[in-house]
């Protein structure tokens, strides 16, 4: 057991775990987020997507010991109800979930990715953004609208303050 | 042993990580990504009495150009090789390559170096690592030699690493103006797929879409990485036309030296390893030609 810090959602958290153990596995055991969900356990879904100093990662296979003094946003972290992010709202709005299983992870995939462009992306570049989270019930093309959706409310709310 | 036994020890710099590995004593293993080293954890496969985690060890997170030379430390991930304007400028199939890992989760955490290392026959940067002329700097406490990467991988999972030895630099030439490069994998769907058949090819060129010479190494198709020198050697044939360019991919059929798996069988591998270097070929034609 080892004593690992490190910031979650904008919180320092100090939990006592064997350093092995997988970040998801911390995050929802220890920490109580589960958001965050394990569905493959070896990277192929992205049901476990997190961000790590705002790059979205695989957190089943990130061991807890080597995220010491680093910064993690969760799914929780991008928005809570009733403060939800633009990103949470759109996919409300275009109806982009039916399980729900997949959907943090491929909310937390959005944020990474539309906080780093500042246009409303193709569909193409939406694709290649979500290659790494898989969805089976929905067929993809609501959880796209959304992304769309929710970049063109971003802009126009920058336009807006801007 | 216990996924919960598992120490964990993380070195502050290079020196001391080499003194950890140089040490007796309890087993360990380095960690890098986890991309690999932690599914095979999980697996049961990999249980070190201690990780040895280079995860942010930046020391050796870096793309250089110095002494003609292009220098990439082994921590450099999938995603820093995507954006290096030095690497899209003078290693385009490397950066072609990189695109292919997996997708952004695993591009994001996966290393140059943890690829080299891991050594299998399907790893996608390893072809273009190939045709580049890659060569690696293993560093040890007592000892530094460096070696082609193609005496550095012998089979399946396995390298000529010591125990005491890690990757602490990968070396490559930059490609001339009038060299091009390209990657070109078959997997069984776009993103985050294993190759099924993968290449990377890269041209010298000169007038008149001839070729002075070019390198052709493909993936997945044997336990190793393979040069296909045969049609490597057909390329300064003549101008790289329709009938040249089959010609070649016919050899390619020949050359390779695949085996049945779950991804596919040997025989579908042969034909779509051909037909991957046709496509390849064309394309870079096609690019050469509108350059």
Redesign the interface.
Known sequence: M?SIQFVVNGKECTVLC?????LLDVLREDLGLTASKECC????C?SC?VLINN????S????T??V?NQKITTCEGVGLSPNLDVIQESFIAEGATQCGYCTPGIIV?AK??LDGIDHVPSVGEI????????CRCTGYTKIIKAVQTAASKKRSETETIG | ML??????I?PSSLSECLMLLSKKGRIHRV?A???DA??R??EGKWRPEV?I?I??LNELRYIEESDDCIHIGPLTTH?DIIHSPILQRKADVLVDAAREV?????Q??GTIGGNIGTASPAGDTLPALYVLGARLELTSMSNKRTLPIEEFIFGPGRTVLKENEMITKIIIKPQSPNEIGIFQKLGPR???SISIVNVAISLTMEQDLKCREGKIAFGSVAPTIIRARKCESMLPLGQLNDELIRNIAKIAWKEVMPITDGRATATYRRDMASALLERGLYRLMRRWNNQ
Request: one cysteine or more; proline letters at 5%; charged letters at 20%.
């Open positions: 080892k064997p350093p092995a153990k997988p356990g070896k990277g192929e992205g997507s790059e979205v990662v695989c089943c296979l990130i061991l010991g080597q010491e995939s990474a990715f694709k290649t953004a979500l290659g790494g989270n898989l | 996924v919960s036994e598992i120490d964990m993380t960690i990504g986890g991309t932690t599914v954890m999980k990780w985690n995860k942010n995603t997996g997708a952004t989760q695993m994001n955490m776009k993103a985050q």
